[in-house]
């Protein structure tokens, strides 16, 4: 069976690796076999995040036929909080609602 392994360490840098397998396999397999954890030591980490498609897994979790495994890196910022960032950057009358005003509107109409 063929399963995707994927991890991305930083923003648009994406590494992919695809594996050929025998059947009854576990994303822990899939995990070693990928060579990923010996390319980046901070995967070893008992609290990383693993899913298979988007859902949460654990390492225990058997794998199906075309199945893509993904590691889940840590938020180095809180979502909300950069967006108040970037919002007070870029100034209030450039972004979102306020770009395009009709005229004689009300700002955000």
Do not use: N
């Not at 590494?15 to 995967?43: I, W």
């Amino acid at each position: 069976m063929q399963v995707c392994v994927v991890y991305a360490p930083a923003a648009r840098q994406v590494h992919e690796v695809t594996l050929t397998l025998d059947a009854p396999c576990s994303v822990l397999t899939a995990l070693q076999q990928s060579g990923l954890l010996r390319r980046f030591p901070e995967l070893d980490d008992p609290t990383i995040l693993l899913g298979v498609w988007g859902h949460q897994a654990s390492l225990k979790k058997l794998l199906h036929d075309q199945d893509r495994v993904e590691i889940y890196r840590l938020l180095r910022v809180d979502p909300k909080v950069a967006r108040r960032e970037r919002f007070v950057k870029q100034g209030a009358r450039t972004t979102g609602l306020f770009v395009k005003k009709r005229a004689g509107a009300k700002a955000g109409y």
